[in-house]
């Protein structure tokens, strides 16, 4: 197997998810750099290797996948250990119902490209754009936080690591960057706090990817 190559933006989201598998699975890979902030990723150059024109993609011996969940299911598979999904379906369901709260549900909603719309587009002001902001996180982790409530441990599930906790400490740093107040989240607060000790977590930080 070639060196996989992940085509990448540091303050992604879901780029930083992948990146957080990437290190879990201590799978040593080249980063290419998308500027998403100059539109590197609209250019023809990226959109001839995914059409979609988002970041991350990982190529991996030709083979060439987007969307940070297809590849952190990937990355589960090809390298199982240590797993990013519980053996037991329960519990998988649990995680993967986790993990698409924030994937699908909260990050659509608040990835840059809407924001750009929103404000280039329909020509809202900044405080309004970071309203929207704000209650689209209030939604998912109000639900988040009861969901994972019961179950959570050191983490949302129990006292190892997970697909939700990847997907959650990306979306704390996103929310933390529009200034949500987090505290009536303990449960997300600590799994965060918890994950990002981890140097897996740590070294896929932003402040950690050098040029931005």
């Not at 085509?7 to 799978?27: E, F, P, Q, T």
């Not at 998988?92 to 549900?105: E, F, Q, S, W």
């Not at 309004?128 to 019961?150: C, K, R, S, V």
Request: hydrophobic share 40%; charged share 20%.
């Amino acid at each position: 197997m070639t060196r996989p190559i992940l085509y990448d933006y540091a303050k992604s989201s879901a780029a930083y998810r992948v990146r957080i598998g990437l290190n879990l699975k201590g799978v040593a890979y080249d980063s290419r750099q998308i500027s998403l902030a100059d539109s590197e990723q609209k250019g023809e150059a990226y959109r001839a290797l995914n059409p979609q024109g988002l970041v991350p993609m990982l190529e991996v011996d030709g083979h060439r996948i987007t969307q940070s969940l297809a590849i952190l299911v990937y990355l589960d598979q090809a390298y199982p250990e240590p797993r990013l999904m519980p053996a037991d379906p329960f519990d998988g369901a649990h995680v993967r119902a986790l993990a698409m709260t924030i994937a699908c549900d909260i990050h659509p909603l608040n990835n840059l490209r809407v924001l750009k719309y929103l404000k280039n587009d329909l020509g809202q002001e900044q405080a309004a754009i970071d309203h929207w902001y704000a209650h689209w996180i209030g939604e998912g982790f109000t639900a988040l936080e009861a969901i994972a409530g019961p179950r959570s441990g050191r983490f949302l599930l129990g006292d190892s690591p997970t697909l939700a906790d990847v997907c959650l400490v990306p979306q704390m740093f996103n929310a933390r960057r529009f200034k949500v107040p987090l505290d009536a989240y303990p449960t997300l607060l600590r799994a965060d706090s918890n994950a990002c000790a981890l140097e897996p977590f740590a070294a896929a930080h932003p402040d950690r990817q050098g040029s931005q």
